[in-house]
């Protein structure tokens, strides 16, 4: 097993472009989250799937935002209109529905909107 | 709001002197976890506490989480260079996401 990937790691977007992010998990992880982390500060929660249905949305994900985990495996992530305000490392992570939850992380996508 | 406060947020330290990061709140977590993270890099899991009072060891570094479930500690004896980085405590509520601290930037000079 090879952890958990993201792709690309690096977008560079003007403003008002879309972007989308791809994630990985770990192949037996059930469980997938989005987090976003900016400068200086611990990654924030923004969604998070059980299998294909999204169980969860922090108030940080606005209308511009959406996440898809179609077949249970892999996720994406989509920024309509991206904002200045958006440039950020977007990081996902996943885990088991069992014992104590522990989350592995991807290498992140830096997201850096001009 | 459940926060997670970490403390110090900086820490320049010489090889070899121990240390100890906080991380702190008002609420109960079901399991704190603590991680590593390099720059430009995703967190590493170190350890995953879930018993108050528990305490695990993973060579030169000690976690705690306390009595209460409220708090956690990081202690590292005998720093090395190599542990340089951002440390992060994370919370789990129930079966939710995580909760994380803004973190402990460690500099550990050779």
């Known amino acids: 097993d090879t952890g958990v990937s993201q792709d690309p790691r690096h977008k560079i977007t003007k403003r008002g472009q879309n972007v989308t992010f791809r994630c990985d998990p770990i192949?037996?992880?059930?469980?997938l989250y989005w987090y976003r982390q900016t400068l200086g500060q611990g990654p924030e929660f923004l969604t998070y799937?059980?299998?294909?249905?999204?169980?969860?949305k922090s108030r940080l994900l606005s209308d511009r935002f959406s996440a898809e985990r179609p077949k249970g495996s892999f996720s994406t992530l989509e920024i309509q209109r991206t904002e200045q305000g958006d440039s950020a490392m977007y990081l996902c992570?996943?885990?088991?529905?069992?014992?104590?939850?522990?989350?592995?992380f991807g290498p992140g996508t830096r997201l850096t909107v001009t | 709001t459940q926060l997670l406060e970490q403390s110090p947020q900086f820490l320049s330290i010489q090889e070899g002197e121990n240390l100890t990061v906080y991380c702190n709140s008002s609420?109960?977590?079901?399991?704190l976890q603590w991680y590593r993270q390099e720059p430009g890099e995703g967190p590493v899991l170190l350890v995953t506490?879930?018993?108050?009072?528990e305490v695990k060891k993973l060579k030169r570094l000690t976690f705690q989480f306390g009595d209460a479930r409220k708090d956690s500690s990081l202690h590292i004896t005998a720093a090395q260079p190599g542990d340089t980085g951002l440390y992060l405590c994370?919370?789990?509520?129930?079966?939710?996401?995580?909760?994380f601290g803004s973190g402990t930037r460690l500099q550990v000079q050779p």
């Open positions: 506490v879930v018993t108050g009072g």
């Open positions: 992570a996943s885990s088991l529905v069992t014992g104590d939850y522990e989350q592995y």
């Open positions: 609420s109960v977590f079901s399991s």
């Open positions: 799937f059980q299998n294909e249905a999204q169980l969860e």
């Open positions: 192949s037996e992880h059930n469980r």
């Open positions: 994370a919370g789990l509520t129930g079966r939710r996401a995580l909760t």
